[in-house]
């Protein structure tokens, strides 16, 4: 009996060893180099679980360390990845052959998180179609121009915001991801969903659309662990992780349904996102649904409140550390203010071109997310230039690093040196396509771009025009980014100094 159990075991173990081989040496048995480090059970990933990295850096060094090949794979614990190295690649997978790789590696399960599950970021074949074309209609330049007054009015907030802050001081110390929270906030609120955030109170205000979903980015070791797991299926599905907490999500559904009950007994339709969506309905001859209204205008929010306040945060930082650029970008928005009377202006703002340069080089050194993930819908066969060809099998997960890309001396000259000039009229041309992502590219490029560059550059203006802002001690220098976020976050924060001019 007991020889019998004892075969039984090593029979079970040899199996075990047996498929830990088989799934380990994937890449190895299609000619793909492998990255070094593979743990049984982790693969690749190791230090992303156990928080001493995170997905963005990891995947970084993984373009840098192997740059001598043109595709490289990794394993995300015991499921292989594949990353590309080429910008003729990324060109196949996200414009030529889109169809191939039409959707996000990224997923959402829709018993946990039923909103978000029909944001267009998650979405795939015609409910993807459909949500774009919406979107797409609620952002065209004639909605954003109606947009811009709501977004000027949140401008002015600001401006009394900080002028109560320099009162009785001649300088405000802030951290600028934390003041870019509450102007990003105040945008979704007021031209998101036609409604007071609260943001810009000189007292903290429970219902304060920069704090609302401050549990969802919380920096804690167990938050960090499971924001991580959102990106490992494997852990997702066993700790049945959820994006937007139970608490956020009644929260919203709440603020909408009291909104459009409200907006039903008004005669006067209002000039917000909102609104659009429920004119949209309305001319379809649909039923407001209120799930896809909620749906959609949770989906404003989360594309328009985060990654637009870390961009600016970073934008802001640059400009501190670099006062030429801060006094030549200060200098265009007094000219081009002035052409329209004094006024900021729609118009004024699409003149704005160095203050796109700024912004553009500053989401090529720090980009809120530092790599696209795509999965291959079917079979395709990538060749990189050094001779390197995959059949890529459907399923894979292909992760595109952009910000290896937008960092690598192949590309740029001096990549670690913040110069807005690489993007004037003259330089821009010579830029190697698809080493600059800053919204993705092809179909599924952001479709919130516009609105975003409105909201940003309407901030910079108000900011930058009418106020000085310099680089704090507390800004720990060089920069470091903390591996408990999942977006762009530098540890101890950006702190700044800011003065009337």
């Known amino acids: 009996m007991a020889s019998t159990f004892f075969t039984l075991l090593v029979g079970a173990v040899l199996l075990f060893i047996l498929y830990f081989i088989n799934k380990y040496t994937y890449w190895k048995r299609r000619g793909v180099p492998t990255v070094k480090g593979v743990v049984p059970f982790a693969g690749n990933i190791l230090p992303v679980l156990t928080l001493q990295s995170n997905f963005n850096d990891m995947h970084t060094k993984m373009y840098k360390d192997y740059k001598q090949y043109s595709m490289v794979g990794y394993y995300k614990l015991w499921t292989p990845v594949l990353i590309v190295r080429e910008p003729q690649m990324v060109k196949t997978i996200l414009q030529s052959n889109f169809s191939s790789f039409h959707k996000n590696a990224l997923t959402v399960r829709e018993d946990l998180d039923p909103l978000l599950v029909k944001n267009p970021f998650f979405t795939s074949g015609e409910s993807w179609s459909r949500s774009r074309k919406r979107m797409t209609y609620a952002f065209s330049n004639v ?217 553009n080089e500053s989401q090529r050194l720090y980009p809120a997310l530092s790599a696209l993930s795509k999965i291959c819908t079917e079979k395709f066969e990538l060749q990189g ?26 590309y740029w000259v001096d990549p670690e040196v913040f110069d807005p000039e690489r993007f004037n009229e003259e330089k821009k041309q010579s830029i190697v396509k698809m080493t600059f992502l800053p919204f993705g590219e092809g179909p599924r490029m952001c479709v919130g771009m516009k609105m975003a560059m409105l909201q940003m550059k309407a901030c910079l203006a108000t900011l930058v025009g009418k106020y000085k802002f310099t680089l704090s001690p507390k800004t720990q220098i060089p920069l470091k980014m903390t591996p408990y976020h999942f977006l762009a976050a530098a540890q101890g924060g950006l702190w700044v100094h800011i003065s009337k001019i």
């Open 385 to 410: 230039s050094d001779g390197l060809t995959l059949q890529v099998e459907p399923g894979t997960e292909i992760i595109i690093p952009h910000h290896g890309f937008q960092l690598d001396p192949q």
């Open 143 to 359: 909605r954003l121009k109606s947009l811009f007054v709501t977004v000027n009015g949140v401008c002015k907030k600001f401006e009394d915001f900080l002028n109560r802050r320099l009162a009785f001081d001649d300088k405000y110390e802030t951290e600028l991801k934390h003041l870019f929270s509450k102007f990003t906030g105040e945008v979704v609120a007021n031209a998101g969903l036609g409604i007071e955030g609260f943001c810009f109170e000189d007292t903290k205000h429970a219902g304060a659309f920069d704090i609302i979903s401050e549990p969802i980015f919380e920096p804690s070791f167990f938050r960090a662990f499971e924001n991580n797991a959102l990106f490992i299926t494997e852990l997702r599905n066993l700790l049945r992780s959820k994006w937007i907490p139970k608490e956020f999500d009644a929260f919203f559904r709440n603020i909408v349904k009291e909104n459009i009950e409200i907006r039903q007994k008004e005669s006067t339709p209002r000039n917000d996102f909102l609104q659009v969506m429920i004119d949209l309905m309305k001319t379809s001859n649909e039923n407001i649904d209120m799930e896809a209204i909620t749906a959609e205008a949770l989906s404003f929010y989360v594309d328009g409140f985060e990654t637009s306040s870390i961009t600016l945060s970073f934008i802001g930082y640059n400009l501190a550390a670099h006062p030429d650029v801060q006094e030549k970008l200060r200098q265009e928005i007094t000219s081009k203010i002035a052409k329209y009377d004094g006024v900021l202006t729609f118009d004024a703002l699409k003149e704005m071109t160095y203050m796109e340069q700024v912004m």
